[in-house]
T-cell receptor
């Protein structure tokens, strides 16, 4: 069964204190690994897609990396506006009714204090 | 690009009535749309997958007669909660993807609909 596990569940940082969020995945062949940001009461906002081990992508203070078993979301010098829930999701290389389906982790709630 | 809208953003209805939620892809043709439900402080739970022009595929445990899904065009899918009860109160989110037009299988999410059944 496909599984995605995120850690930690919650992370509190001081402004400027860099850190990383972890996403471990077990899927039957990985088509893509996704990172989303979700603010309270809103839908998830797309951040990154990673397709193969060794791939890295950056956007402002965020950098996502991928290995064969994990993905990391590195946050460099975070600001209070980076506070949100960060969701990781894996899309397996499956066909039929599972085509394109995402398996989500439970999320990491990030709070950045000024 | 890749914008998905939902309407309404909030709805309050009485127990026993039906509610329809619309999900639209505004700048691309969505061959597949997904409907999720999210409980407070929990992750997204996939309810069903709908492909344009065909019947939706429901996840195990989701009542297809209660949650009616229609994907009549490449830009619109609807979720109707029939005979709603208080336990159906939740945050419903749709997402859209396409085998063409957006990097597949990236999913783009709508802003969500908060349903409250009294």
């Amino acid at each position: 069964e496909d599984q995605v596990t995120q850690s930690p569940e919650a992370l509190r940082l001081q402004e400027g204190e860099s850190s990383s969020l972890n996403c471990s995945y077990t899927v039957s062949g990985l088509r893509g690994l996704f990172w989303y940001r979700q603010d309270p009461g809103k839908g998830p906002e797309f951040l990154f897609t990673l397709y193969s081990a060794g791939e890295e992508k950056e956007k402002e203070r965020l950098k996502a990396t991928l290995t064969k078993k994990e993905s990391f979301l590195h946050i460099t010098a975070p600001k209070p506006e980076d506070s949100a829930t960060y969701l990781c999701a894996a899309c397996p290389n499956a066909g039929g009714t599972s085509y394109g389906k995402l398996t989500f982790g439970q999320g990491t709630i990030l709070t950045v204090h000024p | 690009g890749a914008v998905v809208s939902q309407h309404p953003s909030r709805v309050i209805c009485k127990s026993g009535t039906s509610v329809k939620i619309e999900c639209r892809s505004l700048d691309f043709q969505a061959t597949t749309m997904f409907w999720y439900r999210q409980f407070p402080k929990k992750s997204l739970m996939l309810m069903a997958t709908s492909n344009e022009g065909s019947k939706a595929t429901y996840e195990q445990g989701v009542e297809k007669d209660k949650f009616l899904i229609n994907h009549a065009s490449l830009t619109l899918s609807t979720l109707t909660v029939t005979s709603a009860h208080p336990e159906d109160s939740s945050f419903y989110i749709c997402s859209a993807t396409s085998v063409t037009g957006v990097p597949y299988p990236e999913q783009y999410f709508g802003p969500g609909t908060r349903l409250t059944v009294t």
